[in-house]
């Protein structure tokens, strides 16, 4: 079936620090794939998404590349914020439903 | 348009008892979807609807979980006989049929059994 595997957190950097936080998945066909944002005491948000190879999807100064060749959605930012600490998810989905990989924290620090 | 709600927020209940879950989605979708979470994973697809019919159901719906959604409007999402197991988040989601399945997810419902 349909997998998200994520790089395992937390991940904590300094202010302005450069951001990758990387994903590959396993489906069958052409799946879409995003990236979804969870701050704290917060509800998912979407972030960003790709819907076929080579895509690029961007949202607030983040990006992620959709590469088939390789299976991945890396997500990067090139100088991150204290604001942007959250859970980050990347996910696919096929005909119906999502499938989210388990997450990672982005701890940034003044 | 005031995005998705479900109701309640917090739910703390003891061993056996039954709980329902309510979510309002967004009043234009036509799908949507419950899914559970649990602590340090990513949220676990549980079902979906696309307006009163229920398409899809993963196996992680045991017998004790029913959900309907009677009028293709809101939806409610039942626990009988809950389990310590069964302590999570409850995040309720909804998009339209057509797009890329970009979904809208609820701040969730909060489920804990003691």
């Known amino acids: 079936g349909d997998s998200v595997t994520q790089m395992e957190g937390p991940v904590t950097l300094s202010e302005e620090a450069f951001l990758t936080i990387n994903c590959t998945y396993t489906a069958t066909g052409y799946p879409s794939l995003f990236w979804y944002v969870q701050y704290p005491g917060e509800g998912l948000q979407l972030l960003l998404k790709a819907t076929k190879a080579d895509d690029k999807g961007s949202n607030k100064g983040f990006e992620a590349t959709y590469r088939k060749e390789t299976t991945s959605f890396h997500l990067e930012k090139g100088s991150v914020q204290v604001s942007d600490s959250a859970v980050y998810f990347c996910a696919l989905t096929g005909y119906s439903t999502l499938t989210f990989g388990k997450g990672t924290m982005l701890l940034v620090s003044p | 348009d005031t995005g998705v709600s479900q109701d309640p927020r917090h739910k703390i209940t003891k061993r056996g008892q039954n709980v329902t879950f309510r979510c309002d989605p967004i009043s234009e979708h036509n799908r949507l979807y419950w899914y559970r979470q649990t602590l340090g994973q990513g949220p676990e697809f549980l079902t979906y609807?696309?307006?009163?019919?229920?398409?899809?159901k993963s196996r992680l719906l045991s017998d004790r979980f029913s959900a309907e959604r009677p009028k293709g409007s809101f939806s409610t999402l039942e626990i009988q006989r809950t389990e310590q197991g069964d302590s999570a988040m409850y995040l309720c989601?909804?998009?339209?049929?057509?797009?890329?399945?970009?979904?809208?997810f609820g701040a969730g419902s909060r489920l804990t059994v003691l």
């Open positions: 989601a909804s998009s339209p049929s057509s797009g890329a399945n970009v979904l809208t």
């Open positions: 609807f696309q307006n009163e019919a229920q398409l899809e």
